[in-house]
């Protein structure tokens, strides 16, 4: 599980089924760890050993939508049968030259929890700022995709496995 949260850069071509378009569509465009806040150099994806409780780990991610954008990661809780992690946009999010969410208005929490040795639970919860563009709102099935999404990736499940979570 550590080593898959880690390797950012296997997000880029992640799929999610658009609600607009109808199709299955590539989610993360590309997606890099970056060795500190923005500004700083691509490297090397995070191994399971930089994956640690207080630890602070920083990325950019292009979306299909919400373009570039500096993220960081923090582990808030580390064992061998529980891992709680929560991202942050830490720059500007926008559609095209329009702000969409501002430093922090896009936060998302994670816990993954042993349940066997083969199985894991999973939990998460997003949520955007008061201040977020009103063009985010009203997207409730596209924001459903996108979530499972990533639980597939995390899972490693088929991130375009019939059928979507929502039409």
Known sequence: MLRRIG????LKGVLYWSTTHKQWQTLIVDA?????PPGD?????????????GKYLYFQQADNLSG???????ILSDSPDRLVFDTENIT????WLI???????????????????DI???YSIARTGKNSN?????????????AVAFYRYLAGIPTDKEPPAAR
């Open 41 to 53: 150099r691509r490297r090397q994806d995070f191994s399971p050993d930089e994956i640690a409780e």
């Open 68 to 74: 570039k954008a500096n993220y960081r990661m923090r």
């Open 99 to 117: 702000p969409l969410f501002h430093p922090g208005e896009m936060q998302s929490i994670y816990f993954l929890e042993r349940e066997s040795q």
């Open 7 to 10: 390797a950012i850069s296997n």
């Open 92 to 95: 500007t999010m926008r559609y």
């Open 120 to 122: 894991w639970r999973y």
């Open 32 to 36: 890099y760890a970056t060795s500190g």
């Open 134 to 146: 009103i063009l985010t709102s009203g997207h409730e099935a596209s924001s459903i995709n996108r």
